[in-house]
């Protein structure tokens, strides 16, 4: 696997188990608040997000929403309306009917004869009330209504309005005339509203137009930035890029979705926010239209626009222009259920020939279904049941990255937990979805059903062409929890047959204690990309398929990204196979002092890399380096043609020797030994080695030439040979020996 290096000095980190590791990067947008997004509801509201507020526009008023941290209960928002207008005795005619309109960063609330002006940075909003003329004499008082259930202290000329995270400083006022001359505006708060007074003294020399401005800033007690927090990736194939989404916590009950850009170099750009309003938008998803089109689309949960309490699944498309499409409702709420966790896949592998298809939870009072419907250029369509059996509880429902071909259409792969209700069994399917969402094959059981395991956080990977338009395994990972540790689970399968299941932590010969969380699957041909997360790291093993069964090509190869946020991670691949582009991205939240940020790292397994050409198995023990020692064997898959053997974690210096059988065992300290001798029968001794210094070693094999104790034997077609590695090693000081895993090639 080789890596892309972003940064030097990630380059320069201590290698691990004598390979660099794979260096990571800041995948968030770092300036996105330096500047006001801007976004407008249907209903012609305006909206507005600086770098500690966000703002509300309409008819109704103006409304300024204080950022007071990630962890706020709720918002705490300061709604102001002008009430009246008044110079002396007389009222100046202010429309209660508002005309707003938006001009760069200042929006405008047209109310008569009176404009109110809001100016907007990313710091802050100055308020200003623009009027061309006041008959009449006397001081000229502007009152403002105010709701808020914020705290009000009068304090420097200005009104703050606070509780203990923070608040927002209505500052002083000042009144300025066409030529400039100014004068301070007295303030006064009256329980409920302010009044703002000109006095007559100004007036009366004054040249009209006048503009009164004080200015509203935030402020926070404990200084925080709001929590980006489970992305999503999306290649693409078009502009070579990644589209990026992910949850931007504005309070506990106010998630806004912000998208941007990432190129294979790694830089930002192009940060926009899919929504900004206090409507919560949550578990974001982004697939590409990557046909003519060539939008970013994003799905999310947020509030029911029909039914209280209850959840939609909604949408909204960006173009290459920075430009948004209103927000739609792609699937509502009804009193029967609510909608969850939508994912959805990009057909970037056949351009504009097919479209994007999406699965979800359909919730009811007591299970969950599985639905899946079609999507683009702002259409739905074909919103049909993939699971829905009301015995059964379907958990949160994954599809794969792209479509792939089979049985002359393209179809997508889902993939899902089930749990029946009455027993509590449960068990792993998938489903195929055709492009367009008209149909579907399954769904197939691939895991279970079971009552003693719980699985759950299923994920699937994207059906590949291969060499010569063979049709590939396609994955699916997935999570039990049979006792304290919940254990990372691989199945291979094509069509609707299981080809085998394996333990992560078994194949790559690794500690079992740790969870293993959140293994995602980039598919790129018969190779696969594993990343998961290990006590706050990414690690990354590649597997691939021999004829339906999974090789370990490169074992457990760690990201230095210390803290990730479990349940956050996700991958995607760069590009399709058939256009010879391995490799993709994963993304996941990081924590960051106090918050969460987005980071991301690009691996590539590129050809360079040897097939696999064996299938690892059986668990040992762990030598005196604290890992287990691990056998690899790589090469052609023709039957005659050389494979090598690459042992590694070993103690360094080691002696050892490999061992051949065409029968598998299990013999726990054989002969002494600390590990576990995993052939049997006949066994071949062959090798004799010296580990160098970083614990590997390697020998080419000839299949025509296995060594056995009768002497060397030709592999047959048909046949499986085993090999593993017995090495000497010192326990506590003492001499003692201990083995490897085991491979098995099948002929």
Same mark, same amino acid.
């Given at each position: 696997?080789?890596?892309?290096?972003?940064?030097?000095?990630?380059?320069?980190? &201590?290698?691990?188990?004598?390979?660099?590791?794979?260096?990571?990067?800041?995948?968030?947008?770092?300036?996105?608040?330096?500047? @006001?997004?801007?976004?407008?509801?249907?209903?012609?509201?305006?909206?507005?997000?600086?770098?500690?507020?966000?703002?509300? /526009?309409? +008819?109704?008023?103006?409304?300024?929403?204080?950022?007071?941290?990630?962890?706020?209960?709720?918002?705490?928002?300061?709604?102001?309306?002008?009430?009246?207008?008044?110079?002396?005795?007389?009222?100046?005619?202010?429309?209660?009917? *508002?005309?707003?309109?938006?001009?760069?960063?200042?929006?405008?609330?047209?109310?008569?004869?009176?404009?109110?002006?809001?100016?907007?940075?990313?710091?802050?909003?100055?308020?200003?009330?623009?009027?061309?003329?006041?008959?009449?004499?006397?001081?000229?008082?502007?009152?403002?209504?105010?709701?808020?259930?914020?705290?009000?202290?009068?304090?420097?000329?200005?009104?703050?309005?606070?509780?203990?995270?923070?608040? %927002?400083?209505?500052?002083? $006022?000042?009144?300025?005339?066409?030529?400039?001359?100014?004068?301070?505006?007295?303030?006064?708060?009256?329980?409920?509203?302010?009044?703002?007074?000109?006095?007559?003294?100004?007036?009366?020399?004054?040249?009209?137009?006048?503009?009164?401005?004080?200015?509203?800033?935030?402020?926070?007690?404990?200084?925080?930035?709001?929590?980006?927090?489970?992305?999503?990736?999306?290649?693409?194939?078009?502009?070579?890029?990644?589209?990026?989404?992910?949850?931007?916590?504005?309070?506990?009950?106010?998630?806004? @979705?912000?998208?941007?850009?990432?190129?294979?170099?790694?830089?930002?750009?192009?940060?926009?926010?899919?929504?900004?309003?206090?409507?919560?938008?949550?578990?974001?998803?982004?697939? %590409?239209?990557?046909?003519?089109?060539?939008?970013?689309?994003?799905?999310?949960?947020?509030?029911?626009?029909?039914?209280?309490?209850?959840?939609?699944?909604?949408?909204?498309?960006?173009?290459?222009?920075?430009?948004?499409?209103?927000?739609?409702? *792609?699937?509502?709420?009804?009193?029967?259920?609510?909608?969850?966790?939508?994912?959805?896949?990009?057909?970037?592998?056949?351009?504009? !020939?097919?479209?994007?298809?999406?699965?979800?939870?359909?919730?009811?009072?007591?299970?969950?279904?599985?639905?899946?419907?079609?999507?683009?250029? !702002?259409?739905?369509?074909?919103?049909?049941?993939?699971?829905?059996?009301?015995?059964?509880?379907?958990?949160?429902?994954?599809?794969?990255?792209?479509?792939?071909?089979?049985?002359?259409?393209?179809?997508?792969?889902?993939?899902?937990? +089930?749990?029946?209700?009455?027993?509590?069994?449960?068990? @792993?399917?998938?489903?195929?979805?055709?492009?367009?969402?008209?149909?579907?094959?399954?769904?197939?059981?691939?895991?279970?059903?079971?009552?003693?395991?719980?699985?759950?956080?299923?994920?699937?990977?994207?059906?590949?062409?291969?060499?010569?338009?063979?049709?590939?395994?396609?994955?699916?990972?997935?999570?039990?929890?049979?006792?304290? %540790?919940?254990?990372?689970?691989?199945?291979?399968?094509?069509?609707?047959?299981? &080809?085998?299941?394996?333990?992560?932590?078994?194949?790559?010969?690794?500690?079992?204690?740790?969870?293993?969380?959140?293994?995602?699957?980039? $598919?790129?041909?018969?190779?696969?990309?594993?990343?998961?997360?290990?006590?706050?790291?990414?690690?990354?093993?590649?597997?691939?398929?021999?004829?339906?069964?999974?090789?370990?090509?490169?074992?457990?190869?760690?990201?230095?990204?210390?803290?990730?946020?479990?349940?956050?991670?996700?991958?995607?691949?760069?590009?399709?196979?058939?256009?010879?582009?391995? #490799?993709?991205?994963?993304?996941?939240?990081?924590?960051?002092?106090?918050?969460?940020?987005?980071?991301?790292?690009?691996?590539?397994?590129?050809?360079?890399? =040897?097939?696999?050409?064996?299938?690892?198995?059986?668990? #040992?023990? /762990?030598?005196?380096?604290?890992?287990?020692?691990?056998?690899?064997?790589?090469?052609?898959?023709?039957?005659?043609?050389?494979?090598?053997?690459?042992?590694?974690?070993?103690?360094?210096?080691?002696?050892?020797?490999?061992?051949?059988?065409?029968?598998?065992?299990?013999?726990?300290?054989?002969?002494?030994?600390?590990?576990?001798?995993?052939? #049997?029968?006949?066994?071949?001794?062959?090798?004799?080695?010296?580990?160098?210094?970083?614990?590997?070693?390697?020998?080419?094999?000839? =299949?025509t030439q296995i060594p056995q104790p009768t002497g060397p034997v030709s592999a047959m077609a048909g046949d499986r040979w085993n090999f593993q590695v017995w090495y000497r090693d010192a326990l506590m000081g003492s001499a003692t020996s201990n083995f490897t895993n085991a491979v098995t090639i099948p002929f």
């Amino acid at each position: 696997m080789t890596v892309t290096c972003l940064a030097l000095a990630l380059c320069s980190l &201590l290698s691990v188990n004598g390979t660099a590791p794979v260096p990571h990067f800041d995948a968030s947008p770092k300036d996105h608040l330096s500047r @006001v997004h801007h976004d407008a509801s249907p209903d012609g509201t305006l909206w507005a997000r600086g770098g500690g507020y966000k703002a509300r /526009a309409g +008819a109704s008023g103006f409304t300024f929403i204080p950022f007071l941290g990630s962890d706020a209960p709720r918002n705490f928002p300061v709604r102001m309306r002008l009430a009246s207008t008044q110079r002396g005795t007389d009222a100046l005619s202010v429309r209660e009917a *508002a005309g707003v309109t938006r001009s760069g960063d200042r929006i405008a609330i047209d109310r008569g004869a009176v404009r109110v002006l809001y100016d907007l940075t990313s710091d802050g909003v100055e308020q200003s009330f623009a009027i061309d003329a006041a008959e009449g004499t006397g001081d000229l008082v502007l009152t403002l209504e105010v709701e808020t259930e914020l705290d009000v202290t009068q304090e420097e000329g200005g009104f703050r309005f606070s509780n203990e995270l923070g608040g %927002v400083f209505y500052g002083s $006022a000042t009144v300025f005339d066409s030529t400039g001359s100014s004068s301070p505006v007295a303030a006064t708060w009256l329980g409920d509203r302010i009044e703002l007074t000109v006095r007559s003294s100004f007036l009366r020399a004054a040249e009209w137009p006048i503009l009164v401005d004080p200015l509203m800033t935030p402020f926070q007690i404990a200084t925080s930035t709001a929590d980006l927090a489970k992305p999503d990736a999306a290649y693409d194939l078009r502009a070579s890029r990644y589209s990026i989404v992910a949850e931007e916590r504005f309070s506990a009950t106010d998630s806004d @979705v912000l998208t941007w850009y990432l190129t294979p170099a790694g830089v930002v750009s192009g940060a926009a926010y899919i929504d900004q309003t206090t409507d919560s938008w949550e578990s974001p998803r982004v697939a %590409v239209e990557p046909g003519f089109f060539g939008t970013t689309q994003v799905l999310a949960v947020g509030p029911s626009a029909s039914v209280s309490g209850a959840t939609d699944i909604v949408w909204r498309e960006r173009f290459d222009d920075m430009s948004l499409q209103p927000p739609r409702v *792609a699937v509502s709420a009804t009193t029967e259920y609510s909608c969850a966790a939508p994912d959805v896949g990009t057909d970037g592998e056949y351009g504009q !020939g097919s479209s994007q298809v999406a699965v979800y939870n359909r919730v009811y009072a007591g299970h969950r279904d599985v639905h899946s419907f079609g999507f683009c250029c !702002g259409v739905t369509w074909n919103d049909r049941p993939v699971a829905a059996n009301p015995s059964f509880d379907y958990g949160a429902p994954r599809i794969s990255t792209t479509s792939g071909f089979y049985g002359g259409a393209f179809y997508y792969v889902a993939g899902w937990a +089930a749990r029946e209700l009455s027993t509590g069994a449960s068990s @792993v399917q998938t489903a195929r979805i055709r492009y367009d969402a008209s149909s579907r094959l399954g769904p197939f059981t691939v895991a279970g059903p079971t009552a003693a395991e719980l699985y759950f956080d299923v994920h699937v990977s994207s059906e590949n062409l291969g060499a010569g338009g063979l049709f590939n395994p396609y994955l699916v990972a997935y999570d039990d929890r049979p006792s304290n %540790v919940s254990d990372a689970l691989i199945a291979s399968c094509r069509g609707a047959t299981l &080809l085998g299941t394996y333990e992560l932590q078994v194949s790559e010969h690794a500690d079992r204690s740790p969870n293993q969380n959140d293994l995602r699957i980039i $598919a790129n041909e018969r190779r696969y990309l594993l990343g998961y997360e290990e006590k706050g790291l990414l690690y990354m093993t590649s597997v691939e398929s021999i004829d339906g069964e999974l090789g370990i090509v490169e074992r457990r190869r760690v990201v230095p990204a210390g803290n990730i946020v479990s349940g956050s991670l996700a991958a995607t691949e760069a590009a399709p196979s058939t256009l010879g582009n391995w #490799g993709g991205l994963f993304v996941w939240a990081t924590e960051d002092t106090g918050s969460t940020t987005i980071s991301g790292a690009f691996a590539t397994h590129g050809t360079s890399l =040897p097939p696999a050409a064996g299938v690892q198995y059986c668990y #040992g023990t /762990a030598n005196s380096t604290g890992d287990r020692g691990f056998l690899m064997i790589s090469g052609n898959t023709t039957l005659f043609l050389p494979k090598t053997l690459r042992v590694e974690a070993l103690p360094p210096n080691v002696f050892g020797y490999y061992l051949a059988s065409t029968t598998t065992g299990l013999v726990p300290n054989a002969g002494g030994s600390q590990g576990t001798l995993c052939v #049997g029968g006949s066994i071949g001794r062959f090798g004799i080695f010296q580990a160098d210094g970083a614990g590997t070693s390697s020998r080419t094999l000839s =299949p025509t030439q296995i060594p056995q104790p009768t002497g060397p034997v030709s592999a047959m077609a048909g046949d499986r040979w085993n090999f593993q590695v017995w090495y000497r090693d010192a326990l506590m000081g003492s001499a003692t020996s201990n083995f490897t895993n085991a491979v098995t090639i099948p002929f």
